[in-house]
């Protein structure tokens, strides 16, 4: 396509992008797609699914009159065809073909060639672009891939601009349909409260253009809002202290810089001067460096575009919520935020979250993992969903479906509180046996540990029936704080863990960070981040970092000798000897400090986290070297079947019941066993019914979930026979795809009496 054409597309999306309400995005549409495409005719029709009919929302060119009021019928007309099709359909002469439908109010007889093609947003068609012309003549092909490259670009801002007008009362979209979102499912469990937008961060691309006649105001807040901003970064290198990363260092000199740069407050000056209001002011000139920073040569450089994006949008965020106060609405709580972090979850009494919703993330990012462990249904990847004026509202999330529901109508609202009060029932129901053992019927004993790392005193307060911690994940603590925890304060957090579970094994992995996981307080960007500088990787790389934690455990199991350290996210052989002679290190160390004391340290063992596929295929050289493996069934499953956990957009493909990841569990069981190196699996897998069986079947003995799990799978290994567990893993084996595994596994569960409470979801 030609250049010009191809600006003259990006115009278009962007104007449609920045109307304010989907009418007006509508006809904007279409009166820009006319006049680029110099044709007669340009129409929009939307789908209602509801009432299973393309209905005329914009026109130019047809009589105006009959948007609102024409209709087809998915399977009438063109347009019609065009949507059962999902291709683009380009005929001379529409009137005599045989899909053709005459409407007399819309005045189209006149109009000779069609053109039409599908707008089609997560493989669902939303509606139909069409153009028209007098002259009886077939578009030409380039014209067909014009039409065809602007409704695929035009799809997500439509499906944005939708969700915007349903959610804005007086937006003039005739809907009388429940106001429903979908997402990914992030956590199981219904209810119902009313949102709190977290901290809304405002990209800079999503400032519209507005113009404003008084430049000495607009410049007054854009003092106010730089000063902030620069007080905010000074008061982030103070609490740092003397703990910084070279790395971070540099960054944060680098946005002080930036932030303290004359030309840059003069540039935006000057917009502002020009008559751009302030937030525009520095949407302009952001963007300029952005783009500068992004085209350079060299690589460090170019990836600084990410930070001045970040520098203006902290100066924006000042500008839009003067203070970024979030006002409570009082009663159950439903967080909303882009991104939600642990950080956020800790601001909020556990009491009072009741739900959550993260617009980014997918069904096993830590997000979602963070609300299963908190026990609260989540839904996650819901790109198009406006958080301006959100805050209070009432919502209802069911975490099953992976469904939002907005203001709902008495009705709907009745059923979820009737859902809600069954699943309370359940879990009481489960409850009951939480204490009794995981021996099967036919005596297999399994041991039930507990993945935890939020607070110790909720989960361990929940965590009936836990027999050990087989996952604390050390990251969560260090997420919380504003700087790197010291060894003391690490020391005292880990401890709580040891005496609550004295007497039982407590497994500690070393932090965990990259991936979806940032510290605020050492920002990591990387294109790849699930690829990149994470877990031991990281740590191997700070030797500081990891050196200061293992002796902070090591100290807090002095006295309770219940510690196991285990390594995240290795590869290679090399980075295990690396950890093992760090962790030797720090033991000598810590026995050095007590020489002189009663105390004594018992040497913790020291295990390594299958996550990458590689280390399945190097258990025999691990033998020798560690005391224990721990499958982290979650990445393990991103890694095997490239597939990012945090990206809903693939979320259908990522699925820990695909055959090749149940393949390779097999296989690392098999082959611990066979090397004698015990093995657990702390992935969510082994917190499914129907995977915690086919684990078990496996031979995996140690199984660690989340609290809310806990209960729920004792219940069913308690009453379902080895033997049994074993005949559908047989069976599963054979399969070809997740979803005949889980049909397997669902009817299994279904002949042991388990079915519907258990089933395995999707
Ligand atoms: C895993 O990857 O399965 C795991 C337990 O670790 P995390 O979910 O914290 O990455
Ligand atoms: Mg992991």
Not at 122 to 141: D, T
Not at 296 to 308: C, G, I, K, N
Not at 630 to 636: E, I, P, R, T
Request: with cysteine.
């Amino acid at each position: 396509m030609a250049v010009e054409m191809l600006n003259t597309l990006r115009r278009i999306v962007q104007q449609v992008n920045q109307a304010a309400e989907l009418p007006d995005a509508l006809q904007l549409l279409v009166a820009e797609t006319k006049k680029a495409m110099v044709t007669d005719c340009c129409s929009v029709y939307l789908a209602n699914y509801d009432l299973q009919c393309f209905e005329l929302m914009a026109t130019d060119g047809l009589d105006a009159s009959a948007v609102g009021h024409v209709s087809l019928n998915f399977s009438e007309g063109l347009v019609g065809l065009v949507g059962q099709r999902e291709e683009p359909i380009n005929v001379a002469d529409a009137q005599s073909h045989p899909r053709f439908k005459y409407f007399p109010d819309v005045k189209e007889e006149l109009l000779s060639a069609f053109l039409g093609t599908p707008i089609i947003h997560q493989r669902k068609v939303m509606g139909v672009l069409v153009v028209q012309q007098r002259e009886s003549r077939q578009f030409s092909a380039n014209e067909e891939a014009f039409l065809v490259t602007l409704a695929a670009q035009l799809a997500n801002v439509l499906a944005h601009a939708q969700v915007r007008g349903m959610l804005v009362p007086g937006s003039g979209i005739a809907t009388t349909a429940v106001r429903s979102l979908r997402g990914v499912p992030g956590a199981p469990g219904v209810v119902v409260g009313r949102a709190l937008v977290s901290a809304p961060s405002i990209e800079l691309d999503a400032v519209q253009s507005l113009r404003s006649d008084d430049a000495a105001h607009e410049q007054l807040r854009f003092g106010v809002a730089l000063t902030a901003t620069r007080g905010d970064l000074e008061g982030l290198h103070e609490r740092m202290g003397g703990e910084l990363a070279t790395e971070f260092r540099a960054i944060l000199d680098m946005y002080g810089q930036l932030a303290n740069d004359p030309a840059i407050a003069r540039a935006v000056v000057e917009e502002i001067t020009a008559g751009w209001s302030a937030e525009t002011g520095v949407k302009r000139v952001f963007s300029r460096y952005v783009g500068q920073f992004e085209a350079m040569q060299d690589p460090y450089l170019r990836e600084r575009a990410a930070d001045v994006r970040d520098l203006g949008q902290r100066i924006l965020a000042h500008l839009v919520e003067p203070g970024s106060t979030v006002s409570d609405p009082g009663g159950p709580i439903i967080l909303v935020a882009r991104e939600v972090t642990a950080a956020m979850l800790a601001e909020y009494p556990r009491e009072r979250l009741a739900g959550l919703v993260s617009l980014r993330g997918s069904n096993n990012s830590h997000a979602a993992i963070l609300a299963r462990a908190l026990g609260i249904p989540a839904v996650l990847g819901i790109q198009e969903f406006p958080l301006s004026g959100l805050s209070g509202t009432e919502l209802i999330i069911d975490g099953y479906a992976g469904e939002i529901f907005v203001d709902p109508p008495e009705a709907i609202r009745a059923e979820y509180q009737r859902l809600v009060v069954e699943e309370t029932e359940l879990r009481n129901y489960f409850l009951v046996e939480a204490d009794l053992p995981a021996v099967t019927p036919d005596g297999h004993a399994v041991a039930i540990h507990l993945n935890a790392g939020l607070s110790a005193d909720t989960e361990v307060g929940q965590a009936q029936g836990a027999e050990g911690v087989g996952l604390y994940r050390t990251e969560i603590p260090f997420m919380m704080q504003d700087r790197f925890p010291s060894e003391q304060t690490q020391a005292d957090i880990y401890q709580q863990v040891m005496a609550s579970f004295a007497g039982k094994p407590v497994t500690m992995r070393t932090l965990d960070v990259g991936g979806d996981k940032a510290l605020p307080y050492f920002p990591v960007r990387e294109d790849n981040p699930f690829l990149g500088w994470r877990g031991l990787r990281l740590t191997l790389d700070h030797p500081e970092i990891f050196l200061v934690q293992v002796r902070a455990m090591l100290r807090a199991s002095i006295g309770y000798d219940n510690l196991r350290i285990m390594f995240p996210m290795v590869t290679s052989i090399a980075e295990v000897d690396e950890a093992m002679r760090l962790s030797r290190q720090a033991i000598n160390e810590v026995r050095e400090e007590l020489r002189h004391s009663e105390r004594s340290l018992t040497k913790p063992k020291l295990g390594v986290m299958v996550e990458v596929p590689a280390l399945i295929y190097q258990i025999p050289q691990l033998a020798g070297r560690i005391d224990f493996l721990s499958v982290g069934s979650n990445d393990l499953t991103q890694y095997l079947l490239a597939v990012d956990r945090n990206n809903a957009r693939v979320a259908s493909l990522y699925d820990a019941f695909h055959p090749a990841v149940l393949a390779a569990l097999q296989q690392i069981s098999s082959d611990a066993q066979r090397f004698s190196l015990p093995v657990s699996i702390c992935g969510e897998l082994a917190g499914e019914p129907g995977g915690a069986l086919l684990l078990m079947a496996m031979g995996y003995r140690q199984l660690s979930m989340n609290s809310h799990n806990i209960a729920r799978i004792k219940w069913v290994i308690r009453r379902t026979p080895l033997t049994k567990a074993q005949e559908m893993l047989r069976e599963v084996m054979t399969l070809e795809s997740p979803q005949q595994v889980r049909a397997v596994v669902n009817a299994h569960l279904e002949a042991l009496g388990l079915g519907g409470m258990l089933r395995a979801g999707r």
